[in-house]
């Protein structure tokens, strides 16, 4: 059983992107990467199942479109749409500043990727970085296999807001991870898998692909 939902704990899934990848490579029509289904469910409905496991709904957001089956999580969507994962964050961001306000030093807020179907195996790492004292200060991103995975990462939510606070479109989460220091949390691989390709939703188990 998971602890009690910390109230410092935000999250933002982000949940705007073509699918382009997924779409080049695969030899058939498919929908795009979160509406795929694996055992029963939408890869966006488990990946907020897991979240939520730790982060309160009212605290999480998605970042995509409003027809995305999100449940009672809210959607918000980048300006101008789909200019890139930095502006997504802002998006998700400028979602609690408004309904919550300014960020406070012990807050921490999650980034994660809505394609991502076995996140609940690694999402532990982050919050036992968050509860360390000394550790929340700093910016934490998953590696697996010698590879970062910036969708996979928690930041403080003050920090994250005076980084993500210029328009900069068609910009990755990991030009931004460029100019400044941060710890990296090694996570098992299956935790940080992603269905960027069409061979990357068949590996992950998903053969309901139309």
């Known amino acids: 059983m998971n602890p009690p939902k910390d109230p410092a704990l935000f999250a ?11 779409h ?4 058939r029509s498919m929908q795009d990467k979160p509406l795929l289904v694996l ?11 897991e979240v939520t496991q730790w982060v309160s709904a009212e605290q999480t957001v998605v ?23 930095y ?5 998700g961001l400028r979602h609690f500043t408004q309904r919550f306000g300014p960020a406070s030093p012990t807050e921490g807020v999650f980034l994660f990727g809505a394609d991502m179907p076995f996140i609940g195996e690694g999402i532990e790492h982050l919050v036992e970085h968050h509860l360390d ?14 590879k970062l995975q910036p969708l996979f990462s928690y930041w403080p939510r003050c920090v ?24 990296v949390v090694d996570v098992e691989a299956n935790a940080v898998t992603d269905l960027d390709t069409y061979q990357d939703v ?8 139309s």
Do not use: C, W
């Not at 080049?24 to 030899?27: N, V």
């Not at 101008?80 to 994962?85: L, W």
């Not at 068949?202 to 692909?209: K, P, Q, R, T, Y």
């Open 202 to 209: 068949i590996d992950a188990g998903i053969d309901n692909v």
């Open 39 to 49: 055992e029963g469910k939408r890869v966006i409905t488990r990946v907020i199942n």
């Open 63 to 85: 970042v995509g479109p409003d027809t995305l089956p999100t449940g009672s999580i809210p959607t918000v969507f980048e300006d101008p749409p789909q200019s890139g994962p």
């Open 133 to 146: 004292d000394l550790q929340r200060t700093q910016v934490a991103i998953a590696r697996s296999a010698g």
């Open 12 to 22: 933002i899934i982000l949940a705007g992107g073509k699918s382009s990848r997924l």
């Open 87 to 91: 502006m997504a964050v802002q998006a």
């Open 160 to 183: 994250a807001e005076q980084l993500f606070a210029k328009r900069v479109l068609d910009a990755g989460i990991m030009q931004t991870l460029n100019h400044i220091k941060y710890r």
């Open 24 to 27: 080049k490579t695969s030899p």
